[in-house]
């Protein structure tokens, strides 16, 4: 079965500085890849995903994500936080070889995000 | 264009009440999902339509919980005999095409969802 471990239920970081949100993911082949963001009672937003090709995948927001299958991750990045990025992150997959199932995502548990002037 | 809506946004009821949380997907959207939001579990998969196919109802916790898709648009999520423990944020998600056989990839939106409280 497949499983997302986000590590860091909670991150801070200064105004400025590099955001980093780790993600892994377990699955016996490589599935699609996603990364949201849900604002105090919001819904989620997607900010980017993989699904083939280029393993560099950029979102929105100035937020990117590299798909690297050696170390089963799928880290979100972004190079200078802004206040207005403080909000909760989820990783998602699906697993592209269930047939007839649908994309039905598999959450990790989600890190929060504070910025901190 | 308008997004996914739900109705209600909030929703307070008695242990044992039955309840109904609705979901209006994008239009034209063929697929449409059901998720649980909970401090406990985190986001959880419940039920997923595509078009005319019988739902994929793995996720669903017990046979307290129904879903239907009327016309292939607007969902109802049904919990019968509710439970203290089924407090939580419900969220409906859609997406615009058919997944593909070998399984998803498109993009999933959401609605805000629907806070439900069973006191």
């Known amino acids: 079965a497949q499983s997302v471990t986000q590590l860091g239920s909670h991150v801070s970081v200064s105004e400025g500085a590099l955001v980093l949100l780790r993600c892994n993911y377990s699955s016996s082949v490589p599935p699609y890849l996603f990364w949201y963001v849900q604002y105090p009672n919001q819904g989620l937003q997607l900010l980017l995903k993989?699904?083939?090709?280029?393993?560099l995948v950029k979102g929105i927001n100035g937020f990117e994500a590299e798909f690297k299958k050696s170390e089963t991750s799928f880290h979100l990045t972004k190079p200078s936080a802004h206040m207005s990025d403080a909000a909760e992150y989820f990783c998602?997959?699906?697993?592209?070889?269930?047939?007839?199932?649908?994309?039905?995502?598999?959450f990790g548990q989600g890190t929060e995000l504070s910025v901190k002037p | 264009g308008a997004g996914v809506s739900q109705s209600p946004s909030n929703k307070v009821t008695e242990k044992g009440k039955d309840v109904e949380l609705r979901c209006d997907p994008i239009?034209?959207?063929?697929?449409l999902y059901w998720y649980r939001q909970s401090l406990g579990q985190g986001l959880e998969f419940l039920i997923y339509?595509?078009?005319?196919?019988?739902?994929?109802k793995s996720g669903l916790p017990s046979d307290r919980f129904s879903a239907e898709r009327t016309g292939g648009s607007v969902s109802t999520l049904t919990i019968q005999r509710t439970q203290q423990e089924d407090s939580a944020v419900y969220l409906c998600?859609?997406?615009?095409?058919?997944?593909?056989?070998?399984?998803?990839?498109?993009?999933?939106?959401f609605g805000p969802g629907t806070r439900l409280l069973v006191l």
């Open positions: 998600a859609s997406s615009r095409t058919r997944p593909r056989l070998a399984g998803g990839g498109e993009t999933q939106y």
């Open positions: 993989y699904t083939t090709g280029a393993t």
């Open positions: 339509f595509q078009g005319n196919s019988a739902p994929d």
């Open positions: 239009s034209g959207h063929t697929a």
């Open positions: 998602a997959v699906s697993d592209p070889l269930i047939y007839n199932q649908g994309g039905k995502l598999i």
